[in-house]
């Protein structure tokens, strides 16, 4: 028997700079609402960035679609990888390198902690 949830969002919303020590150029601020969470192990909710690039490193999965805006991802030695309003995409486990918006950027979003 399956299970329905509803999920009526606006959730608290949380704005925070990217820590020093992850900033590769800019002053990013990131913006984040959670409207779902099970477990402590899977989140569902909005995310949005102005501006910017930070370093990442993924132990999570995530699946991300970008409602609006633009970025770009960098994995450590390749090739960057382009994302805009309507593409979607995922994150495996051990992704580490650059996160960069190029055009202020909202996207849906649900991460699980493995």
Known sequence: ????????????REEKAVDADRLVEGSPRTFS?????RDGKIFAGE????????????EEWEFCHVLEGACELVPDGGEAMRYAEGDSFIIEPGFSGVWRVLAPMKKR??????
């Open 1 to 12: 028997m399956s299970k329905l949830v509803a999920i009526a969002g606006g959730g608290e």
């Open 109 to 114: 979003y649900v991460v699980q902690f493995l």
């Open 47 to 58: 995310w949005s960035a102005t501006v910017g690039a930070w370093r990442v490193k993924y």
């Open 33 to 37: 609402t959670l409207d779902y969470t």
